[in-house]
Nanobody, 120 residues
């Protein structure tokens, strides 16, 4: 019922920047937390950053100081600004959101992912 669609992925050189977006749509009462995960080739999925509805953020140690998560509660969109990109950042990036449906039951939704490739 709640759909998430990521965009903004692509190829970039080491040291470059990229901005990911994830827009939520459908019928829902509210969105609480939103987060970005990633899954590099041949590795497990990992949490990159999260943000609450009030704007409190958390980051994985590997991206702290380089990535910034933000959200627009009017557009129901979460962003991930990625700077000083490294080859190790290459992965499929997934958006996650939790909150309440229109009938006020809890939901957890995942986006389909967007690819980020960092190489020279």
């Amino acid at each position: 019922q709640v759909q998430l669609v990521e965009s903004g992925g692509g190829s970039v050189q080491p040291g470059g920047s990229l901005r990911l977006s994830c827009a939520a749509s459908g019928s829902f009462g509210s969105i609480d937390d939103m987060a970005w995960y990633r899954q590099p080739p041949r590795k497990e999925r990992e949490l990159v950053a999260s943000i609450t509805s009030g704007g409190s953020t958390n980051y994985a140690d590997s991206v702290k100081g380089r990535f910034t998560i933000s959200r627009d509660n009017v557009k129901n969109t979460v962003y991930l600004e990625m700077n000083s990109l490294k080859a190790e950042d290459t992965a499929a990036y997934y958006c996650k959101a939790n909150g309440y449906r229109s009938n006020w039951t809890k939901f957890v939704s995942w986006g389909g992912g967007t690819q980020v490739t960092v190489s020279s």
